[in-house]
């Protein structure tokens, strides 16, 4: 069974009542924190993941053409982008 993400339940419970916003914006505000420090940490290891598998395909030519963009690495790069784009 799996449970809802924090953040999610959070959001549900500040869309419940202005009470419950009162109450739960200092939590909210600390989850708000630990998901943009561990987004940061994600990030760092999508360029480190990025910049190894360029070298595995690279060594591995068989995986795409030479002079091709690797499907992983284009990817990667894509996500990177993504969660670097400003709103």
Known sequence: MTT????????????DTESARLHLLPYAASELRRLHALNGELLEALRLTSIDCQYLHHAHKDRHL?????????????????AEAQP
């Open 66 to 82: 030479l002079f091709e963009e690797c499907p992983v690495v284009a990817r990667i790069n894509t996500a990177i982008a993504k």
């Open 4 to 15: 809802q993400p924090e953040a999610l339940r959070l959001a549900d419970r500040l869309e």
